[in-house]
């Protein structure tokens, strides 16, 4: 098994597959009377497996599954996580009061064991749940405690879970060299090697720091991984970076195809967070979701619905990778537009616009 910054690497999301149906020979056996603590082990696994391949129902009713039988026992070592599944998926598909309840569950019994890893954990669906709500900052924040920019933390598995979330976050706030130096640190590990998922964050990582003039080389290199599409919310994930980069170079058409691609794998996980941010860039090139007589622009409708969304214009502007200023520039066009004085106003002027139609 490989060696990464001086831990052996449990590379597990991605073998897991393989050992399917050997778990699922171990459920039967507990729920047709055998021993249930294999069984909940083996719940653990298969729940896990469900996130990674995007089988997210089943991922969720086996997470419960295993959450009521180790709760029966008091298995806390365990316990923790099914919490962590449950909270992925929350996370993930936009339930974010779930998410949060779960994560300070999880550090609640950690904190005082001194259970680091159950922590960082934690530490992951706050990663994972940022940038939902625009805040790249404290997605950076927590990536950062989770493995800091240029280095693989020891004895984290974690680690190579959030690199490319660590990645897109120090380049949305602002901290280029912290990107690099992560960028550097996968690639002198060789991470690439490990598994098909793994070469597709690594790689995307690359793409997602690289000049524009040889992004989409990198991010092409990345979609054609083999095997990168058992791994979809990944996948859909990757598909939105390049997409984004594609809009803002003004490669419009071939955004497009990035970004209607990125927004069916999430609309088919109920990921909705991520399928409103494809839909909202999709907006921005001028495709989807366009408005007979709609006053604003694209870009200043994207931006009008951000705020309507309580995101402040820093957050906005991360999204969009825009300057604040800039934000603001736009929203003082925006509001004589739509007839309204404040922020609080957006959402019930937003509301009255013409109906949406495709082109």
Not at 94 to 109: F, P, R
Not at 118 to 126: I, P, T
Request: hydrophobic share 45%; glycine share 6%; proline share 5%.
């Amino acid at each position: 098994m490989a060696k990464i910054a001086g831990f052996r690497l449990r590379d597990f999301p991605d073998r897991l597959g393989g050992c399917r149906e050997a778990l699922l020979r171990v459920v039967r056996d507990g729920r047709a009377g055998g021993a249930v603590t294999p069984m909940i082990s083996a719940l653990t696994n298969l729940s896990l497996d469900g996130l990674m391949a995007g089988r997210w129902d089943e991922a969720q009713q086996l997470a419960e599954e295993g959450l009521e039988l180790a709760t029966a026992i008091n298995y806390r070592l365990l316990i923790w996580l099914f919490h962590h599944r449950r909270a992925f998926l929350a996370a993930a598909r936009g339930d974010l009061d779930t998410a949060q309840a779960l994560a300070d569950e999880i550090v609640q019994w950690a904190a005082p064991r001194g259970a680091g890893l159950a922590e960082a954990h934690a530490r992951h669906m706050r990663v994972l749940a940022a940038p939902a709500q625009g805040d790249f900052e404290n997605a950076y924040q927590h990536a950062a405690a989770i493995s800091p920019p240029g280095v693989l933390a020891s004895h984290v598995p974690l680690a190579l879970w959030v690199a490319m979330d660590l990645i897109e976050a120090t380049v949305r706030t602002g901290r280029p060299v912290e990107a690099a130096a992560h960028v550097t640190a996968i690639r002198d590990a060789g991470v690439a090697v490990l598994s098909p998922r793994l070469a597709l964050l690594a790689r995307a990582s690359e793409a997602i720091t690289a000049p524009d003039d040889t992004a989409s080389g990198r991010f092409e290199r990345a979609l054609a991984v083999p095997g990168a599409d058992r791994f979809p919310f990944d996948l859909g994930r990757v598909r939105l970076c390049y997409g984004e980069r594609l809009r803002r170079t003004r490669a419009t058409t071939q955004a497009r195809a990035q970004l209607t691609a990125a927004l069916e794998i999430f609309e088919d996980l109920d990921a909705k967070p991520w399928a409103a941010r494809a839909t909202s860039e999709l907006r921005a090139t001028g495709r989807t979701l366009r408005r007979d007589g709609d006053p604003l622009t694209p870009q200043e409708l994207e931006i009008a619905e951000l705020a309507a969304a309580s995101l402040s214009n820093k957050q906005i502007g991360q999204r969009l990778f825009l300057s604040h200023r800039t934000v603001g520039a736009h929203l003082y066009q925006i509001f004589p537009k739509l007839g309204v004085t404040s922020r609080a106003a957006l959402r019930d002027a937003l509301s009255s616009l013409p109906s949406e139609r495709h082109d």
